[in-house]
């Protein structure tokens, strides 16, 4: 994959702030959010319109989920929050992507950086990320 990056001055810190300024749905944006399960690092790729429901992740992992702080995301992955993208990690991560991200044609993620956003397949997605499709955002 050879994802062509895009910088927004503007700023693409949160999900909202991603799709306004590609001017997609808020749903084809992917939250690369880290939790911890059991201690370890675990990565929930996560569509911009909604939110995990921590209890079915930790069903879904096998153990208690806490949410990382931000000393916990850069370690875990080597970016700040507001810039992680889904893959290409200071370590591999184990990950689950939330099924509402499949049904789109293309979606986009954080670059690395608060203000740079890619766009991919879903499929190049799970490739790069190896994560599992699962269904794990609340109601
Ligand atoms: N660049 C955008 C869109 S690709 C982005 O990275 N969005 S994000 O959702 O993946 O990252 C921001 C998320 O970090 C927010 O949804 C928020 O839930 C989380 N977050 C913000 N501050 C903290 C914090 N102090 N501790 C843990 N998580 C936080």
Redesign the pocket.
């Known amino acids: 994959m050879t994802p062509e990056i895009l910088r927004f001055p503007e700023g693409?810190?949160?999900?909202e702030q991603?799709a306004a300024a590609v001017g997609c749905e808020l749903g084809q944006?992917?939250?690369?959010?880290v939790f911890l399960c059991g201690g370890e690092p675990v990565l929930a790729l996560t569509s911009g319109a909604n939110r995990v429901d921590t209890t079915r992740l930790g069903d879904l992992l096998g153990g208690a989920i806490s949410?990382?702080?931000?000393d916990g995301v850069r370690e875990a992955t080597g970016y700040a929050?507001?810039?992680?993208p889904p893959f290409g990690h200071a370590q591999p991560l184990r990950a689950v992507i939330d099924r509402a991200l499949l049904a789109y044609d293309t979606v986009?993620?954080?670059a690395g950086t608060?203000d740079t956003?890619f766009e991919l397949t879903p499929d190049e997605l799970v490739q790069a990320s190896g994560a599992e499709a699962a269904d794990f955002a609340a109601d």
């Open positions: 693409t810190r949160t999900a991603a944006i992917v939250k690369s959010l949410r990382a702080d931000a929050i507001g810039g992680t986009w993620a954080a608060p956003v």
